[in-house]
């Protein structure tokens, strides 16, 4: 079979090639709630460090007192704690990993509540896939009063391919991994007068500025400050400001979608955002060339792909996956198309 023929049978699979790629969805309603915080409630950033056990051989590379002497001297205080002495000489941890532990709690969190935890390796591992952190206190300052606990399974994302499933791990996620032990200083709900986006952006201020008031039935009762701030004037608290402020968070706008486009660094996956397209363009990368409108040369590339103008990201997302392009061919070409400009978005590579 010719490298042309090749190509052609390609073109035809890519109408059915959808995997790793998340489609826009039309804009719809969402809460209030869903969009902002209250500028009295930031959350409270804590830390910790720690050590992640049960890896096959894969931890940081300590032999007695070469290597990582932050991870041995670790085990050696926490095998202290049990009343077991080990010579540091002794010890080999290739199954142990030091790791950064870090989490956002609100600070209406109690003492017993759960929340997420991300771990990264900080020595020399070379993977944390499958292995169990061990209790971590946490705590909102260095040297501060521990304040919650982490512990648990680690959660990766393995990816689509066996290839994704066998690469390193340095980060990853305990859902519910962490419990609050202490009360946090609470800021007072009577304070809170303003709303704040996480995602400042104008028009969605203004269109949740405008909800509330039509909610409200008055005008005047949210007035926007700004592209990140929305301030309210409740008048009408029966009930209580508390329930005043669930109304207003229970309140339904259409947000202004941003026109964004992000990709995963390590596996590639695109997200569209604002219902974007292509613009004419000729991107040539890595052996990969894009022609985006008209075309003068007839001869193609093995790996090259032709789009008319207005085409859907996610088309040419598609097919670049299916050449199997990697994630950094993919950020490098969609980066180039919103340099000439045939991409109006952010885009943004996580």
């Known amino acids: 079979m010719t490298r042309r023929h090749r190509f052609f049978i390609l073109a035809t699979l890519l109408g059915l090639f959808v995997t790793s790629i998340v489609l826009p969805a039309h804009a719809q309603e969402v809460r209030v709630r869903d969009l902002v915080i209250t500028d009295a409630a930031p959350p409270v950033r804590l830390m910790g460090y720690g050590l992640v056990t049960g890896l096959n051989g894969t931890g940081d590379r300590v032999t007695g007192a070469s290597g990582s002497r932050q991870t041995v001297q670790s085990v050696v205080n926490l095998l202290r704690r049990f009343d077991v002495e080990v010579p540091l000489e002794m010890l080999r941890t290739r199954n142990v990993a030091a790791v950064l532990v870090t989490a956002e709690v609100s600070p209406y969190l109690r003492p017993g509540g759960h929340f997420e935890v991300r771990v990264s390796s900080l020595g020399d591992a070379q993977s944390l896939r499958g292995g169990v952190l061990w209790m971590t206190p946490l705590v909102?300052?260095?040297?501060?009063?521990?304040?919650?606990?982490?512990?648990?399974?680690?959660?990766?994302?393995?990816?689509?391919?066996?290839?994704?499933?066998?690469?390193?791990?340095?980060?990853?996620?305990?859902?519910?991994?962490?419990?609050?032990?202490?009360?946090?200083?609470?800021?007072?709900?009577?304070?809170?007068?303003?709303?704040?986006?996480?995602?400042?952006?104008?028009?969605?201020?203004?269109?949740?500025?405008?909800?509330?008031?039509?909610?409200?039935?008055?005008?005047?009762?949210?007035?926007v400050e700004d592209p990140g701030s929305v301030s309210l004037t409740l008048k009408d608290t029966t009930g209580g400001f508390a329930a005043a402020l669930a109304r207003v968070g229970d309140v339904r706008l259409r947000p202004a979608r941003a026109a964004r486009l992000v990709i995963d660094g390590r596996d590639g996956t695109v997200v569209a955002g604002g219902d974007l397209t292509v613009g004419e363009a000729v991107v040539s990368h890595a052996g990969i060339t894009i022609t985006i409108g008209a075309v003068t040369d007839t001869t193609a590339l093995v790996r090259g792909m032709r789009f008319a103008p207005g085409s859907p990201v996610q088309k040419v997302a598609a097919a670049l996956h299916a050449i199997q392009a990697s994630p950094g061919e993919i950020a490098a070409i969609f980066e180039a198309l919103r340099e000439v400009g045939a991409i109006s978005a952010e885009v943004v590579l996580k």
Do not use: H, W, Y
Request: proline share 6%.
């Open 140 to 223: 909102a300052d260095a040297g501060g009063k521990p304040l919650a606990g982490a512990q648990g399974a680690l959660q990766v994302s393995i990816g689509n391919s066996a290839r994704l499933s066998q690469q390193n791990v340095m980060t990853a996620t305990i859902p519910g991994g962490g419990v609050l032990e202490a009360d946090m200083p609470r800021p007072s709900m009577a304070a809170s007068n303003k709303l704040l986006l996480r995602e400042p952006d104008l028009g969605t201020a203004s269109r949740m500025a405008a909800a509330i008031d039509s909610a409200f039935g008055a005008k005047g009762i949210a007035k």
